[in-house]
């Protein structure tokens, strides 16, 4: 390895036992104060039913030191958004300021009851009202909810707005026979899956060889008159525009079904396209992708839901609205108003509203990340983010072409696709070259993702990388493509730099290891890590 290219230092890596390993009988992480009450037989507090007899429920016996620097070495380990480029495909993992995270943790906000009243909350619904106010013009959509609590919610509940429209439209009886959803083979699994729970029956469109949605395909999906709708990704999952987006709604409008964008891919578009404008109906962004929630890891997520005035009478209800009149004998503490005298107040009086898809208004500490992203960029920062994002991804496209196979000729939106046709011919594929780029201190890309690729490798570099990077990131690419042919073992045996080399990922995903139990877990691991 060339080690100009590789962002990989020397660095202490202790041979770390597990926590229970380092056990030692005695030891302890804390001191407690001389008994000073009768000592009570543990039967007495404790019925015998519930009382465990493995002693202590085979806790670790560790000292304060043992647990923090145990805990402080394997953090190291870690990979994470703030240590380097983190490309993977489809997940939007950008750098997000940390002011961000601050306004999230202001104190007002941030331990502000779920059910305070109106009046105690105007603040935090004033957030809120903003925010929706921002989305609704970065989406040309203004009809909002930021009830939904991640991207495939978010999908739902589009979809049952579409649902409950049809059947206002139509009448019960006919609508029934509108229950398809059509859903390109390119598409996230689970815009299927939210399609599905909403009562729809899913078809798939066809991609042409150029990686769009083929049209003659949806015409034909789009004959049979059942067609309730689409939920088209755009860009799709391959990275790429759908450049017919104005012929596609005005075909599935046309055969009176409605469309769903799936604008998890929002961070390609913000600030220079607006969904709207093309003639989507509805739409749900995700907060934790593009608006500074860090996406993956667990937390929460939001997805905000974006749709035509049409439809906002489907919408979740509560809303939060503003209601510009002081004097309203129902209006909260007059001490609490804006300067214009208007007031925040939650909706419920939408009768054909959906319902509640989420306890209290949404996930909130997202809400206030994503506010505080939209004003410290500001409309022109969004645009410039977005530019970048797209800038990036078409660079790394550019210097990877003469190395890897680019399955799809259009220049790419926010990430870009290639596959391992070439290393292939040496054997050496994909999830070998995903495992080699750790060895140059890379976090992998995405791989085997979208489906419809075989041998997928989708690289989203986001805004938040620089250049000295992205020449980084590429030339590591370019030196595992020529290790592929000059020494394909070295690559079929990455990584080589980690403290465990390659996993059987099939055995781990099969026979997964969870709990630790004294007796068996060194031989298990070991098996696991030796095969
Ligand atoms: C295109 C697309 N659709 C749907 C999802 C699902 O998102 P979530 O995990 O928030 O439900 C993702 C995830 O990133 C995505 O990229």
């Given at each position: 390895m060339d080690s100009n290219i590789s962002k990989v230092t020397a660095h202490i890596s202790h041979n770390e036992a597990l926590i229970f390993e380092r056990s030692r009988p005695g030891r302890a992480g804390f001191m407690l104060p001389p008994l000073d009450v009768p000592e009570s037989a543990l039967t007495e507090i404790i019925p015998a039913q519930f009382q465990r007899e493995d002693d202590l429920a085979g806790m670790p016996e560790v000292s304060e030191v043992d647990v923090i620097r145990h805990f402080t070495r394997i953090s190291t380990w870690n990979y994470s958004i703030d240590l380097g480029?983190?490309?993977?495909?489809?997940?939007?993992?950008k750098y997000n300021s940390r002011l961000n995270e601050k306004v999230a943790r202001i104190a007002g906000f941030a331990n502000l009851?779920?059910?305070?009243?109106e009046a105690e909350a105007q603040g935090a619904l004033e957030v809120i009202y903003e925010l929706q106010q921002h989305l609704a013009e970065i989406t040309g959509l203004p009809g909002i909810s930021l009830?939904?609590?991640?991207c495939a919610h978010g999908e739902m509940t589009g979809v049952m707005i579409i649902r409950a429209f049809i059947d206002a439209r139509d009448g019960k009886e006919q609508s029934a026979n509108r229950r398809t959803m059509l859903i390109p083979?390119?598409?996230?699994?689970t815009n299927p899956a939210s399609a599905h729970l909403s009562g729809f029956t899913v078809k798939t469109i066809r991609s042409t060889a150029?990686?769009?949605?083929d049209l003659d395909h949806l015409r034909e999906l789009c004959s049979?008159?059942?067609?309730a709708g689409l939920m088209l990704t755009n860009p799709n999952t391959l990275g790429l525009?759908?450049?017919?987006i104005q012929e596609i709604c005005r075909i599935v409008h046309d055969a009176g079904g409605l469309v769903y964008m799936d604008?998890?891919?929002m961070n390609a578009l913000v600030?220079?396209?607006r969904p709207g404008d093309m003639g989507v109906d509805v739409i749900h962004l995700n907060l934790h992708k593009?608006?500074?929630?860090?996406?993956?890891?667990g937390g929460p997520g939001s997805g905000p839901c974006c749709c035509t005035k049409e439809l906002a009478?489907?919408?979740?209800?509560p809303r939060v609205v503003r209601v510009?009149?002081?004097?309203?004998?129902?209006?909260?503490?007059?001490?609490?108003?804006?300067p214009d005298s208007s007031v925040f107040r939650l909706d419920f009086?939408?009768?054909q509203s959906i319902g509640?898809?989420?306890?209290?208004?949404?996930?909130y500490g997202m809400m206030l990340r994503a506010l505080a992203y939209v004003l410290t960029h500001g409309y022109d920062g969004l645009r410039e983010a977005t530019e970048a994002a797209v800038l990036n991804a078409r660079y790394i496209a550019h210097g990877l072409i003469s190395d890897y196979?680019?399955?799809?000729?259009a220049a790419p939106m926010h990430e870009v696709v290639f596959t391992d046709k070439r290393q292939a011919r040496k054997g050496v594929h994909t999830l070998d070259i995903a495992k080699r780029l750790i060895d140059y201190g890379f976090h992998p890309m995405t791989i085997y993702?979208?489906?419809?690729?075989?041998g997928a490798m989708l690289i989203e570099p986001t805004e938040s990388v620089g250049r000295q990077e992205l020449d980084q990131f590429i030339e590591a690419m370019r030196s595992i493509a020529r290790e592929a042919i000059e020494d394909p073992e070295l690559v079929l045996n990455a990584?080589?730099?980690?403290?465990?080399?390659?996993?059987?990922e099939a055995a781990a995903a099969r026979k997964p290891v969870l709990r630790w139990k004294p007796a068996q877990v060194d031989s298990e691991l070991r098996t696991i890590a030796s095969v």
């Amino acid at each position: 390895m060339d080690s100009n290219i590789s962002k990989v230092t020397a660095h202490i890596s202790h041979n770390e036992a597990l926590i229970f390993e380092r056990s030692r009988p005695g030891r302890a992480g804390f001191m407690l104060p001389p008994l000073d009450v009768p000592e009570s037989a543990l039967t007495e507090i404790i019925p015998a039913q519930f009382q465990r007899e493995d002693d202590l429920a085979g806790m670790p016996e560790v000292s304060e030191v043992d647990v923090i620097r145990h805990f402080t070495r394997i953090s190291t380990w870690n990979y994470s958004i703030d240590l380097g480029l983190y490309p993977l495909g489809s997940c939007t993992m950008k750098y997000n300021s940390r002011l961000n995270e601050k306004v999230a943790r202001i104190a007002g906000f941030a331990n502000l009851h779920p059910l305070a009243s109106e009046a105690e909350a105007q603040g935090a619904l004033e957030v809120i009202y903003e925010l929706q106010q921002h989305l609704a013009e970065i989406t040309g959509l203004p009809g909002i909810s930021l009830q939904p609590a991640a991207c495939a919610h978010g999908e739902m509940t589009g979809v049952m707005i579409i649902r409950a429209f049809i059947d206002a439209r139509d009448g019960k009886e006919q609508s029934a026979n509108r229950r398809t959803m059509l859903i390109p083979d390119s598409a996230h699994g689970t815009n299927p899956a939210s399609a599905h729970l909403s009562g729809f029956t899913v078809k798939t469109i066809r991609s042409t060889a150029e990686g769009l949605t083929d049209l003659d395909h949806l015409r034909e999906l789009c004959s049979h008159g059942d067609v309730a709708g689409l939920m088209l990704t755009n860009p799709n999952t391959l990275g790429l525009f759908e450049r017919n987006i104005q012929e596609i709604c005005r075909i599935v409008h046309d055969a009176g079904g409605l469309v769903y964008m799936d604008g998890a891919n929002m961070n390609a578009l913000v600030g220079v396209a607006r969904p709207g404008d093309m003639g989507v109906d509805v739409i749900h962004l995700n907060l934790h992708k593009t608006f500074s929630t860090p996406h993956g890891g667990g937390g929460p997520g939001s997805g905000p839901c974006c749709c035509t005035k049409e439809l906002a009478p489907f919408l979740p209800v509560p809303r939060v609205v503003r209601v510009a009149s002081a004097t309203d004998a129902s209006t909260p503490d007059s001490r609490l108003q804006t300067p214009d005298s208007s007031v925040f107040r939650l909706d419920f009086d939408f009768p054909q509203s959906i319902g509640r898809v989420k306890a209290f208004l949404g996930n909130y500490g997202m809400m206030l990340r994503a506010l505080a992203y939209v004003l410290t960029h500001g409309y022109d920062g969004l645009r410039e983010a977005t530019e970048a994002a797209v800038l990036n991804a078409r660079y790394i496209a550019h210097g990877l072409i003469s190395d890897y196979e680019k399955p799809f000729e259009a220049a790419p939106m926010h990430e870009v696709v290639f596959t391992d046709k070439r290393q292939a011919r040496k054997g050496v594929h994909t999830l070998d070259i995903a495992k080699r780029l750790i060895d140059y201190g890379f976090h992998p890309m995405t791989i085997y993702f979208p489906l419809i690729v075989s041998g997928a490798m989708l690289i989203e570099p986001t805004e938040s990388v620089g250049r000295q990077e992205l020449d980084q990131f590429i030339e590591a690419m370019r030196s595992i493509a020529r290790e592929a042919i000059e020494d394909p073992e070295l690559v079929l045996n990455a990584p080589h730099t980690t403290r465990i080399g390659r996993l059987d990922e099939a055995a781990a995903a099969r026979k997964p290891v969870l709990r630790w139990k004294p007796a068996q877990v060194d031989s298990e691991l070991r098996t696991i890590a030796s095969v």
